[in-house]
């Protein structure tokens, strides 16, 4: 056997199926689709080391090997440790960008603005306003998974929740207030309860809120016998 067809497991990154031993979540895969098509936003939450960023990266490509929608993932680990809402909303527009500039879609690829060249914006509207831009510019509908959100806390975790609901709740008045057909905020855990536990949502209530606009909170299971 040659070195090139050796595998192995991995779990220090997304595994690869020409590198690694892995297997279809496919009783995850159905419920998720469910959600974009019903053009809901939603929360994934999963244990470590359980597949979630493989999963995402599978289903980004799968919808858009597809054709009838784009979809785009975007990590924010980018955020890790940040406290300030203007210094947080800008490593979040840089991860979109560079979400952009690393998507296999043209049409994604080439709304990516050059480096260092994001528009400068207030914070409280600076994800809203990305992502608005994308929408506006592109063709098709479009689905984000924003993965690791629970590097976002605190005063910047609210500041982007209060954006992507004002989103949420205008997309569909106007071409210009379009917005994600669908979304998912993926992470250890469900927003809500991050909020709840550490009173972050008592003096705003971005988080709170967006447990109303979000359908349902999805756990990654654990392989099923067939998988």
């Known amino acids: 056997m040659s070195r090139s067809t050796i595998k192995s497991f991995n ?7 020409t590198k690694h031993y892995m297997s279809p979540l496919l009783s995850c895969q159905a419920r998720v689709k469910e959600m974009i098509e019903e053009k809901f936003y939603f929360i994934l939450h999963v244990p470590p080391q359980s597949g979630k960023t493989t999963f995402l990266h599978e289903l980004t ?3 858009n090997s ?3 929608m784009y979809a785009l993932y975007c990590s924010l680990e980018l ?3 940040l406290t300030d809402v203007a210094q947080a909303m800008t490593r979040i527009a840089v991860a979109i960008n560079r979400a952009l500039r690393m998507s296999t879609v043209d049409s994604l690829a080439s709304l990516a603005f050059p480096v260092d060249g994001l528009p400068n914006s207030d914070p ?3 994800i809203f306003n990305s992502l608005n831009r994308l929408c506006v510019n592109l063709d098709q509908d479009l689905v984000v998974f924003f993965d690791e959100v629970d590097y976002l806390t605190d005063a910047p975790l609210i500041t982007f929740l209060q954006q992507i609901r004002s989103g949420y709740n205008d997309r569909f008045d106007s071409p210009a207030s379009k917005f994600p057909r669908s979304m998912a905020l993926v992470g250890l ?3 809500r309860d991050y909020a709840l536990e550490t009173g972050v949502g008592q ?11 979000k359908k349902e909170a999805l756990t990654l299971p654990n392989f099923t016998q067939d998988e």
């Open 79 to 81: 955020c890790q440790g």
């Open 66 to 68: 597809q054709g009838q």
């Open 203 to 213: 003096n705003s209530t971005g988080a709170i809120k967006f447990s109303h606009i």
């Open 61 to 63: 490509d799968a919808i």
């Open 11 to 17: 779990i220090g990154g997304p595994c690869h199926p």
């Open 124 to 126: 409280s509207e600076k």
């Open 189 to 191: 855990r469900d927003i």
